[in-house]
């Protein structure tokens, strides 16, 4: 069993579109986050949420927008998408934030 | 200053070489520490803790110095599937809901015949 999945895997749209990535773990973990890798491989936190509550949002454009229906998953949203939102969007989760966290496989976006 | 800074490689190092990373960080009051590993279009996967006391596990040794806020990791008898990048992750700020993984840019290992 997958314990941090995500989907899709891959996900190419145009620019303007709106998309979702979906994302769900099966730890029995309290907090869970979004990271993005850019082009350059920086892995960067976007959001973070604690029994579905957001915790953490480090600037992100509002267009990005996290729902986490239960402590199980995680969901991020994606209004008019822009040719830099072109990256590898991870999910990971953790028993306690700050504590070692388990990573999805990513979803790789492109945008053109 | 970035928060965790890594010298990014890559280290390319012969079969059964020993190799050395080091990482600092930026925040003196951070509590926890990790080595990350991240193969080539893969998700990041922990290899190991870091403990104040250093810890081994198998060729893997990792050390902490607090007082200069550095980590580093050893990697002795290198296999090619060592090959890959690895990632220096701190906790930041110490241990709370409003804690976070904050990830290096990685040194990227290449291990050749």
């Known amino acids: 069993d997958t314990a941090v999945s995500q989907t899709p895997k891959y996900l190419v749209t145009q620019m303007g579109n709106d998309k979702s990535i979906k994302c769900e773990q099966n730890l029995g973990h309290d907090t869970m986050y979004w990271y993005k890798q850019d082009s350059k491989k920086f892995l960067k936190i976007m959001f973070s949420y604690n029994n579905k509550e957001l915790i953490i949002n480090e600037t992100v454009p509002n267009r990005f927008s996290p729902k986490s229906p239960d402590k199980a998953h995680l969901n991020l949203h994606i209004n008019s998408l822009e040719l830099g939102d072109s990256a590898v969007y991870f999910c990971?989760?953790?028993?306690?934030?700050?504590?070692?966290?388990?990573f999805g496989q990513g979803t790789r976006l492109t945008v053109v | 200053r970035k928060e965790v800074e890594q010298d990014p490689g890559p280290f390319n190092v012969p079969e059964g070489a020993t190799v050395a990373f080091n990482c600092t960080y930026s925040?003196?009051?951070?509590?926890?520490f990790f080595w990350y590993r991240q193969d080539c279009r893969k998700e990041p996967k922990l290899l190991m803790s870091?403990?104040?006391s250093g810890n081994e596990d198998g060729r893997f040794t990792a050390q902490l110095n607090r007082a200069s806020q550095y980590i580093s990791l050893l990697i002795r008898d290198s296999k090619l599937s060592d090959s890959a990048t690895y990632l220096c992750?701190?906790?930041?700020?110490?241990?709370?809901?409003?804690?976070?993984?904050?990830f290096g840019t990685g040194t990227r290992l290449q291990v050749t015949l």
């Open positions: 925040n003196s009051a951070s509590q926890s």
């Open positions: 990971a989760s953790s028993s306690l934030a700050g504590t070692e966290a388990f």
């Open positions: 992750v701190v906790t930041s700020p110490p241990t709370g809901t409003a804690s976070k993984l904050t």
């Open positions: 870091v403990y104040s």
